[in-house]
């Protein structure tokens, strides 16, 4: 597609239970990240996908948190048994390429309410 | 990645100019100057970006000063549509196995 597309837009979800949030990026960009914002804070970074590389998942709080990229192209993040402060919008951006910040490309972001 | 300083929030008019500041006093000579901006409800957008040389696009024009140590991102007549966070960051040239990371950014309110 033309841009970032990540699915759903909104999710609500009990405490405990585990969710899955989807990112298609560009096709052709190798680079994939995620990022989360709660409210009224910045973008948090979360973990970062490159072509075959292992990802960099020094973002990720805790072990609740999985993300796995199939084939190369689009991107689930995992969160198991959700917390309350897990309430945030998860925000994923693709790019060409590790070496180019300047061409990262956000989605619209899926917005996460734990009750 | 070295720090940036913004300021919190700013005012501006519309179709008049926005000056928006970053201090980055710890800048190496490898570091490139990006701007992302973020309007409400919607992902970061990215802006421009540059390394010495002042920078013209579409979007906005980038200033920098000659020690490099602060840069003024600047929107040549503002809109409402502008009404946005901006944030100003820093990133190694060769730091390609990192994601950007992002500061708070300052938050642009336009009035008509």
């Known amino acids: 597609g033309a841009g970032v597309s990540q699915s759903p837009s909104n999710k609500v979800t009990e405490k405990g239970k585990d969710v899955e949030l989807r990112c298609d990026p560009i096709?052709?960009?190798?680079?994939l990240y995620w990022y989360r914002q709660s409210l009224g804070q910045g973008l948090e970074f979360l973990i970062y996908f490159q072509g075959n590389s292992a990802p960099d998942k020094s973002g990720l709080p805790s072990d609740r948190f999985s993300a796995e990229r199939t084939g190369g192209s689009v991107s689930t993040l995992t969160i198991q048994r959700t917390q309350q402060e897990d309430s945030a919008v998860y925000l994923c951006a693709s790019s060409l390429g590790r070496a180019q910040p300047w061409g990262y490309t956000f989605g619209s972001g899926t917005r996460l309410t734990v009750v | 990645d070295a720090k940036t300083t913004q300021p919190n929030s700013m005012e501006s008019n519309e179709e008049e100019p926005v000056h928006l500041p970053c201090n980055h006093s710890t800048i190496s000579g490898t570091d490139y100057i990006h701007w992302y901006r973020q309007l409400p409800s919607q992902g970061p957008e990215y802006v421009i970006h540059?390394?010495?040389s002042n920078v013209n696009n579409r979007m906005a024009s980038l200033a920098i000063a000659e020690d490099r140590k602060s840069s003024t991102l600047i929107l040549h007549r503002a809109t409402l549509r502008d009404a946005a966070v901006y944030y100003c960051i820093l990133r190694v040239s060769n730091q390609a196995g990192t994601a950007l990371i992002f500061g708070k950014g300052t938050t642009l309110s336009v009035s008509s």
């Open positions: 096709s052709g960009h190798t680079a």
């Open positions: 540059g390394l010495t």
